[in-house]
């Protein structure tokens, strides 16, 4: 179903493509995305096996810069011959530290009950896979930023993300897993990204390996 939700969100992104060759922008010094979509997602059509892009051989990766400002989050474009794939990342817009709703910076870690639109939930964050074909019109997911930075003039230095998008606001629709990586030395590793449970399961068992190292070494 359309809705205003839907209707607000694909002009968002519609400015920014159609805009992009007009904005400033900034073009990675290295980069890889990585898509796999399941059957019927809304790329599954562009995108029917697993894919892997690189900077430099596939396409290239840009960002705006005067979108990608801490507080705005990270708007990622990817130009292949003529189309160009949009992705966005943005942190709750609510700033619980000052009671705002002028948004906050992105941080390491996992955004789990990800919205479609974060302007229209201030206190969930926000995702946006659009192909040059367009997106789906309702959508939830997560995603978990691995490494993030940005320079002293405010400007994206580096990111890495890896990310589950669904086509329904239910996580029961086709999803499309994938990985961002804009000049980070984080490589791909993982065929498919896991889900949030399994991924807090494997922090957890990170963290408790370490603690044993730390053990053993103090012992010895």
Not at 179 to 205: K, Q
């Amino acid at each position: 179903m359309f809705t205003v939700r839907a209707f607000t969100s694909f002009l968002l992104a519609g400015a920014l493509l159609l805009g992009a060759p007009a904005q400033a922008q900034i073009t990675a010094q290295s980069g890889t995305i990585y898509l796999n979509a399941q059957p019927y997602n809304h790329i599954w059509y562009e995108v029917p096996t697993v894919e892997t892009w690189r900077h430099g051989v596939d396409g290239t990766m840009m960002t705006n810069d005067h979108i990608n400002w801490a507080n705005d989050g990270v708007n990622m474009l990817f130009q292949r011959g003529q189309d160009t794939w949009l992705m966005q990342f943005v942190a709750p817009r609510f700033d619980p530290m000052d009671n705002s709703d002028d948004g906050q910076p992105l941080h390491l870690g996992l955004y789990d009950n990800v919205n479609g639109d974060w302007r229209y939930a201030p206190e969930r964050a926000g995702m946006l896979i659009s192909s040059p074909l367009g997106m789906a019109w309702e959508w939830s997911g997560w995603f978990l930023v691995r490494d993030i930075a940005y320079g002293q003039d405010g400007f994206l230095s580096r990111f890495a993300v890896d990310f589950m998008q669904y086509d329904t606001p239910d996580r029961s629709g086709p999803a499309l897993s994938g990985s961002l990586r804009y000049n980070s030395a984080i490589p791909i590793d993982a065929i498919d990204v896991p889900e949030p449970g399994s991924l807090a399961l494997l922090l957890a068992g990170l963290g408790v390996m370490g603690a044993l190292g730390v053990r053993r070494a103090r012992s010895a």
